[in-house]
């Protein structure tokens, strides 16, 4: 009588290839991910250092909160707040990657409260576009309208929040004096950017939107 066979079965190789297929996935995702945060961390440095200063206060005039703009409304919450971020911490420890300054000098000088708000910026402008977009599709005005007023609160007044305040301590000056010398200034170039990165943002969102959520694994 025949004996049963007893050999072992051969494993399917099935489940390995998933396997691979799933490592490859996110091996992938973390490299655009990070490509992303470096692009528009070296954008935000490049726009840094279109600095005009201005005699009566030391807080110059820049392209810094356009490329906040830009990095959360384009790259969602997440991946916004992280290139800014990455930019602070590295100017923190001593590289000269805001208009050409960093160290601790730099980021608790009179402007450290606006570079302090720059990854929180990035962060909320970020959500507001994430939910705005989340189904791609043409922008409608609706969108407009909720981009706009989320640039003005999260790109501009936040700012101002964070930074008159701070200003004011360091200079050693009056709250009026800060608005003065570090707020009225410059909204209406504020306001400006904040037009550009809203076009900018409703005009390309959609088309990243698809490459955005492959990367979130959503």
Same mark, same amino acid.
């Given at each position: 009588?025949?004996?049963?066979?007893?050999?072992?079965?051969?494993? #399917?190789?099935?489940?390995?290839?998933? =396997?691979?297929?799933?490592?490859?996935?996110?091996?992938?995702?973390?490299?655009?991910?990070?490509?992303?945060?470096?692009?528009?961390? =070296?954008?935000?440095?490049?726009?840094?250092?279109?600095?005009?200063?201005?005699?009566?206060?030391?807080?110059?005039? &820049?392209?810094?909160?356009?490329?906040? $703009?830009?990095?959360?409304?384009?790259? @969602?919450?997440? /991946?916004?707040?992280? #290139?800014?971020?990455?930019?602070?911490? /590295?100017?923190?420890? !001593?590289?000269? /990657?805001?208009?050409?300054?960093?160290?601790?000098?730099?980021?608790? @000088?009179?402007?450290? @409260?606006?570079?302090?708000?720059?990854?929180?910026?990035?962060?909320?402008?970020?959500?507001?576009?994430? %939910?705005?977009?989340?189904? !791609?599709?043409?922008?409608?005005?609706? &969108?407009?309208?909720?981009?706009?007023?989320?640039?003005?609160?999260? !790109?501009?007044?936040? #700012?101002?929040?964070?930074?008159?305040?701070?200003?004011?301590?360091?200079?050693?000056?009056?709250?009026? *004096? *800060?608005?003065?010398? =570090?707020?009225?200034?410059?909204?209406?170039?504020?306001?400006?950017?904040?037009?550009?990165?809203? $076009?900018?943002?409703?005009?390309? %969102?959609?088309?990243?939107?698809?490459?955005?959520?492959?990367?979130?694994?959503?």
């Amino acid at each position: 009588m025949s004996q049963p066979d007893r050999s072992p079965s051969t494993p #399917s190789a099935e489940p390995k290839a998933g =396997a691979i297929v799933v490592r490859q996935n996110a091996a992938s995702a973390w490299i655009g991910k990070t490509v992303f945060t470096a692009l528009f961390a =070296a954008l935000f440095i490049a726009f840094s250092y279109v600095s005009i200063p201005l005699g009566f206060t030391s807080v110059p005039i &820049t392209l810094q909160t356009l490329a906040v $703009m830009l990095a959360g409304g384009l790259l @969602g919450a997440r /991946l916004g707040f992280s #290139s800014i971020a990455l930019v602070v911490l /590295l100017a923190a420890a !001593g590289l000269p /990657l805001l208009h050409g300054r960093g160290g601790l000098a730099t980021v608790f @000088g009179p402007t450290g @409260g606006f570079i302090w708000m720059f990854p929180f910026q990035a962060l909320f402008i970020g959500m507001t576009a994430d %939910r705005l977009f989340r189904k !791609g599709g043409k922008p409608t005005t609706r &969108t407009y309208v909720i981009l706009i007023v989320s640039i003005l609160l999260f !790109g501009i007044a936040l #700012s101002y929040v964070g930074g008159v305040p701070w200003y004011a301590y360091k200079a050693h000056v009056s709250l009026h *004096a *800060a608005l003065v010398g =570090a707020c009225y200034p410059f909204l209406p170039g504020d306001l400006v950017k904040g037009a550009a990165a809203a $076009m900018i943002v409703a005009a390309l %969102r959609p088309a990243l939107s698809g490459t955005l959520r492959r990367l979130s694994g959503r």
